[in-house]
């Protein structure tokens, strides 16, 4: 037969090490968040790698990183050249092709952190604005470069702040998960003789 200060010893110790096993665990949560962002991140880029290879964007890649814009070379930023009738037609092609790669960080986006596709989109229409600003004669090859790795920079700061709200909320619902359990814990040592 077990005693009763052996069953309040065994009570207590299972309720502390359920606790313990809480606090030490790690947030799979932003983890998982995090490896799916680098994951989704990395298709991304070998989309656009995929797209940028082929022979007609070529000449376009002189003008800009086809895969990456902070890929960007000095002598890239500073090109005072407008688009040529050419290079409009490539860049209208490439554009039309990258979508499928939008279309999949969308999709994938709005699986892993669906406020981030709102971000996503209006990046896409900045790009898109200074796109048409660069077709319309309106800024050169080096300011369209210059405003999209703008639009990118946001974009990333925008979704690092997402990040770090999410973990604080995270953490505080397993703060307060926590101080649920101790509470429990204390109620129960009280009922222990």
């Given at each position: 037969?077990?005693s009763?200060?052996?069953?309040?010893f065994?009570?207590r110790?299972?309720?502390l090490l359920?606790?313990?096993?809480?606090?030490?665990q790690?947030d799979?949560?932003a983890?998982?968040?995090?490896?799916?962002?680098?994951r989704?991140?990395?298709?991304?880029?070998?989309?656009?790698?995929?797209?940028?290879?082929k022979?007609?964007?070529?000449?376009l890649s002189?003008?800009?990183?086809l895969?990456?814009?902070?890929?960007?070379t000095?002598?890239?930023?500073?090109?005072?050249?407008?688009?040529?009738?050419?290079?409009?037609e490539a860049?209208?092609?490439?554009?039309?092709?990258?979508?499928?790669?939008?279309h999949q960080?969308?999709?994938?986006?709005?699986?892993t952190?669906?406020?981030?596709t709102?971000l996503?989109?209006s990046?896409?229409?900045k790009?898109?604005?200074?796109?048409?600003?660069?077709?319309?004669?309106?800024?050169?090859w080096?300011?369209?470069?210059?405003l999209i790795?703008?639009?990118?920079?946001?974009?990333?700061?925008?979704l690092?702040n997402?990040?770090?709200?999410i973990?604080?909320?995270?953490?505080q619902?397993?703060d307060?998960?926590?101080?649920?359990?101790v509470?429990i814990?204390?109620a129960?040592t009280n009922?222990?003789?």
């Amino acid at each position: 037969m077990i005693s009763a200060m052996n069953w309040a010893f065994g009570i207590r110790l299972t309720i502390l090490l359920s606790v313990a096993g809480c606090a030490s665990q790690p947030d799979f949560s932003a983890k998982s968040m995090l490896v799916e962002t680098q994951r989704v991140s990395k298709e991304t880029l070998a989309c656009r790698a995929t797209i940028a290879a082929k022979p007609a964007y070529r000449e376009l890649s002189r003008r800009m990183p086809l895969v990456d814009p902070f890929n960007a070379t000095l002598a890239q930023m500073s090109d005072t050249a407008m688009a040529t009738s050419d290079e409009i037609e490539a860049l209208e092609s490439w554009l039309e092709d990258t979508r499928q790669c939008r279309h999949q960080v969308l999709e994938e986006a709005f699986k892993t952190l669906p406020t981030a596709t709102s971000l996503l989109l209006s990046t896409w229409n900045k790009d898109d604005e200074a796109f048409v600003k660069l077709i319309e004669h309106k800024v050169r090859w080096g300011d369209a470069l210059i405003l999209i790795r703008r639009n990118r920079a946001e974009l990333l700061a925008a979704l690092v702040n997402q990040a770090i709200e999410i973990a604080k909320q995270t953490r505080q619902e397993r703060d307060a998960e926590m101080t649920r359990r101790v509470q429990i814990f204390g109620a129960l040592t009280n009922l222990a003789p």
